[in-house]
Every structure is written in C-alpha cells, then in structure tokens.
C-alpha cells in the first residue's frame, strides 16, 4: 500500500495480493477518517459480491476467483462496532465486456487497485434497522462547523 494526502482527499494504491476491503479499513482508521466517500478502479481476483434479499433478509452471495476488471467501486465511510466500516459496491468486468456487480464482501488486488478517499468529518455508524434486518447508517454527532478565521488586510507599499 502506498497513500498521499491533500487536504481532506487521500490517494491510496494497493498492490497485487492485498484485500480491498481490508487494507482500506485499516487505512481508514491509521488515517483517523470519520466519514465520507471511496471510488476506486483497477483489477482484482477472488472478489466476493451480494445482492441482499429483503425477503429473506440475508445476502446472496457470489465468489468470482477469476481476475476481473474493476471497473467501479462506489463507497461510503461510518462506523460499526467502533471501528471504520466501508460499505462498497463494485461493478466488475468480464474478458467478454459481460460486467456484474453488488456489494463488494472482499477481493484481492490482481494488478493494482487506486482508491481516492475523500474525508468529512461527519460522524456517522452503522446500527440495526427492524425493517430491513440489515445495520443502516445513522448520523451519531452534529457537524461542527468551522468559523472562518479572519484574514488580515493586504498591506498596501507606500508609493516613493
């Protein structure tokens, strides 16, 4: 793994072998991210997606070993059990251009995974809902927002 930082936006690249799900995780938190978003791209291999069944209320779940482009995965950042959880779905691609999708479980790097991680500092966790069966995003704590720091005045050159 090798990540930069500007501001609130984190730049992340995974190499071949590492788990996306977990490896982003524990960025997450050495990174102390609270909440916010993840986009990603590359390929990977051994890649475990689900579709939830509300009926049923469990996941079905779908194991691809062969490696697969990732063509897109789309992410949210909360909290659950205290820890960072990111929720991720992806769209994978075929050899034939076939593409399938769903909640991404885990899968590991096959060629190189770039992720741009951007950071809020809204907190939010993920507790159980009686509806879907399933542990939805809650907001935990208000936003604070920041006051604009008064900037001195430009200093005008005196004029010889």
Same mark, same amino acid.
């Given at each position: 793994m090798d990540a930069r930082k500007h501001g609130s936006v984190h730049v992340v690249r995974l190499d071949r #072998?590492?788990? /996306?799900i977990a490896s982003l995780t =524990? &960025?997450? =938190? @050495?990174? +102390?991210i609270p *909440? *916010?978003?993840v986009i990603g791209l590359g390929a990977v $291999?051994? $890649?475990?997606? #689900?579709? &939830?069944?509300?009926? @049923?209320? /469990? &996941?079905? @779940?779908t194991r691809i070993p062969e490696t @697969? =482009?990732?063509?897109?995965l789309v992410g949210s950042i909360s909290r659950l059990d205290g820890r960072p959880f990111l929720h991720a779905h992806v769209l994978l #691609? $075929?050899?034939?251009?076939?593409? /399938?999708g769903g909640h991404l479980f885990e899968a590991? /790097?096959?060629?190189? *995974?770039?992720?741009?991680?951007? *950071?809020?500092?809204? +907190?939010s966790a993920r507790l159980p809902d009686e509806?879907? #069966?399933?542990k939805l995003m809650r907001f935990t704590a208000p936003v604070r927002s920041r006051r604009p720091r008064a900037r001195p005045a430009p200093r005008r050159r005196s004029a010889r």
């Open positions: #072998g590492e788990p /996306v =524990e &960025y997450l =938190e @050495r990174a +102390r *909440g *916010g978003s $291999a051994d $890649a475990e997606i #689900g579709c &939830y069944d509300p009926v @049923r209320r /469990v &996941y079905d @779940r @697969r =482009e990732l063509l897109s #691609g $075929a050899p034939d251009h076939s593409v /399938v590991r /790097v096959a060629i190189t *995974g770039e992720f741009v991680i951007q *950071g809020v500092p809204i +907190r509806d879907t #069966g399933l």
